[in-house]
């Protein structure tokens, strides 16, 4: 092999480096929401699932091509460090139903509104609980009903607290609490909101 050889195949090897280098970058680029997880997205779809959503205020909530990446849905937004999910903002779309369990799988969220929906007197779900890295609550107006759950209590990060309703007693079961005992345990409280809540 001849030096000029040698040389050339140096260049076809820093080229096919460089090539492999753009091709990764342009890939990143196309794609910059590199933690909406599968497990993210199948936990949205439960949740949708669990909905009537009369206005499609989901539509975008799919699995076609052109929605896959679940950070682009309406009132999903995903941290721009991790890619997860960080924050639902779903107040007032006229949903209905009930929420799906598997909503837990979303760990990373600090933010939650869920107000002005119709939940149909079901009770605010004890997994709320697990969201420890929740800062804002807000499920006013949502027709959520029975005992708040104690285990919002592990929520010590929570700056922000409205379970209020404008409607007192809308319908039998409206939201009550024996007692505030897991209220203490929320230090960085900032606002908080019981209004119509039964507290007797
Ligand atoms: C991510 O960055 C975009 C553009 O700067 C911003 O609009 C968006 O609010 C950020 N997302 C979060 C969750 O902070
Ligand atoms: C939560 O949703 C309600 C209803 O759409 C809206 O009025 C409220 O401003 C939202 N909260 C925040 C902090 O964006
Ligand atoms: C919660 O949502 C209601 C709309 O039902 C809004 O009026 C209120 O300001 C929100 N609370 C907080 C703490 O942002
Ligand atoms: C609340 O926190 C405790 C202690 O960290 C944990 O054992 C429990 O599972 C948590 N509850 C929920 C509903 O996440
Ligand atoms: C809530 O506060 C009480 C009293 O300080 C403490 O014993 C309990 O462990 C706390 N619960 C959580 C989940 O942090």
Not at 8 to 24: G, M, P, R, S, T
Not at 42 to 52: D, E, R, S, T
Not at 120 to 144: C, E, H, T, V, W
Request: include cysteine.
């Amino acid at each position: 092999m001849t030096l000029t050889n040698i040389d050339h195949e140096k260049q076809i090897y820093c080229f096919k480096v460089f090539y492999a280098f753009l091709v990764v970058l342009l890939l990143r680029m196309n794609n910059p929401c590199i933690g909406c997880s599968e497990r993210e997205m199948q936990a949205l779809l439960a949740f949708k699932q669990g909905l009537v959503d009369d206005d499609n205020s989901l539509l975008s909530w799919g699995r076609e091509v052109q929605n896959k990446d679940c950070c682009q849905w309406d009132g999903v937004y995903c941290s721009n460090h991790t890619g997860h999910v960080v924050k639902l903002d779903l107040g007032d779309q006229s949903l209905e139903g009930t929420i799906s369990p598997k909503l837990v799988e979303l760990q990373d969220l600090e933010y939650l509104n869920l107000s002005l929906n119709n939940f149909r007197g079901s009770q605010i779900p004890d997994f709320i609980g697990s969201f420890s890295n929740l800062r804002y609550l807000n499920l006013s107006n949502a027709k959520f009903g029975g005992e708040i759950p104690y285990q919002l209590e592990n929520l010590t990060r929570l700056e922000y607290l409205d379970l209020s309703s404008d409607e007192y007693g809308w319908f039998d079961d409206s939201i009550y609490a024996k007692n505030l005992n897991w209220l203490p345990n929320l230090s960085g409280l900032k606002h908080l909101d019981l209004s119509s809540t039964n507290l007797s």
